[in-house]
């Protein structure tokens, strides 16, 4: 990590060194923009390091959503190039990006009744899903329970692996000239009436001429924030697992694989190293992040319904993350209320999916002044009495 020079200023001070941030910090170096500064205690930390990094636009898809859809299957079909882009820059560091598609399937007459809704919404949105028989799930994946009454099997739905990815999103940043400084960001500074940098745990300060707000669930708590610039940004917690799949039992799983196992979701992940992810509890507990034997159970108990072998594997790690959830669920790009300051949040669900579109929505935006039209629907200023969209807080 970089030293902070006496006096810095940045023309973009990024707070938040997590995969978003990161992105954004890489892709503004890129585009010329000179003295990028990431400031985060701990950077290539962040919900993405928990993440099981399914890229799954379509699967994910929940009714009302079809602004959301559209984000993701822009950022999906960037994913490839974005990988290929990151590993050369990163000096060959794999980002485990992996083309393998998701299965969901139903163990019970009503997921199966609720699955097939789904996928009728699917064909009306003219999405690449297929129905399959429990048997055709089944012939796709042995591994699963042989009371799998249905399944929908999405292609283009993929994957990535997290951590690996933010180790890139480091090594490029570095190499891109941005400077990554391990402090934390304790004031958020205002003059002028703009936000105008950040004053540091190190008792440095940073000026800026743009800030770009990356804190994940934190953001919206940065001392200094005026108040109704940003909504909250609530932290919802998820407990995932990590086990081993042995060469002896390889290939355990294919693709993901997800389920609704007595009303919560659930997700398997294969990594092509033998590593399977499963997750992810959903709860509303503030910022803990205590690993718990219920979530543990939980995951278990559902995971063995949907895949009974799981349970002969090895337990390798239990972790918890929290993921940034804003009012509406949808992320929140682009300028606020407050001049020269830029949000890139709120992405819930979504941070490792929304990755590479994040980038390039924000990296325009902070050259050109303008906000791009894909990033229109999900700025900040949508919580704003005028609900403007347009208006650009350079």
Request: proline share 7%.
């Amino acid at each position: 990590m970089s030293r902070l020079p006496s006096g810095a200023h940045a023309e973009v001070l990024v707070i938040g060194g997590g995969i978003i941030g990161l992105a954004v910090a890489w892709r503004a170096a890129q585009r010329g923009l000179r003295n990028v500064i990431v400031v985060d205690p701990s950077p290539g930390g962040g919900a993405a390091q928990v993440a099981a990094g399914m890229l799954a636009p379509v699967t994910e898809l929940q009714y009302g959503e079809e602004p959301l859809l559209r984000l993701g299957m822009a950022s999906n079909e960037r994913y490839a190039a974005f990988a290929a882009e990151l590993t050369e820059a990163s000096g060959g560091q794999d980002t485990g990006y992996r083309r393998c598609g998701t299965l969901a399937v139903a163990l019970d007459s009503d997921d199966r009744e609720e699955l097939r809704e789904l996928h009728a919404f699917h064909q009306r949105l003219g999405l690449d899903s297929a129905w399959l028989t429990g048997r055709e799930a089944r012939r796709l994946e042995p591994m699963l329970a042989p009371g799998v009454r249905g399944g929908l099997h999405v292609a283009e739905d993929h994957q990535v692996d997290g951590r690996r990815l933010l180790r890139a999103l480091v090594l490029a940043c570095e190499r891109a000239g941005v400077l990554v400084h391990r402090a934390e960001a304790v004031e958020l500074l205002v003059g002028d009436g703009r936000a105008a940098g950040a004053r540091l745990s190190t008792h440095e300060t940073v000026t800026a001429d743009r800030t770009v707000l990356a804190a994940g669930p934190h953001s919206h708590r940065l001392p200094g924030l005026p108040e109704g610039v940003l909504p909250a940004i609530r932290p919802v917690k998820g407990q995932v697992l990590r086990l081993h799949v042995p060469d002896a039992y390889r290939p355990f799983l294919s693709r993901n694989v997800r389920a609704v196992v007595r009303g919560r979701h659930l997700y398997l992940v294969p990594r092509e190293n033998g590593e399977l992810v499963v997750g992810a509890t959903t709860e509303e507990q503030g910022y803990d992040t205590t690993v718990t034997a219920g979530g543990v159970y939980e995951l278990l108990r559902d995971a063995h319904e949907l895949v009974p072998g799981i349970t002969e594997l090895p337990l390798l790690e239990t972790s918890a993350g929290l993921r940034p959830g804003s009012p509406d669920n949808a992320p929140l790009l682009g300028p606020t209320s407050l001049p020269g300051l830029v949000a890139a949040t709120g992405h819930y669900r979504n941070g490792v999916l929304l990755t590479p579109v994040t980038a390039d929505l924000l990296a325009e935006y902070l050259t050109t002044g303008e906000v791009p039209e894909l990033a229109r629907p999900f700025t900040p200023l949508r919580f704003s009495p005028d609900r403007s969209t347009t208006k650009a807080s350079a």
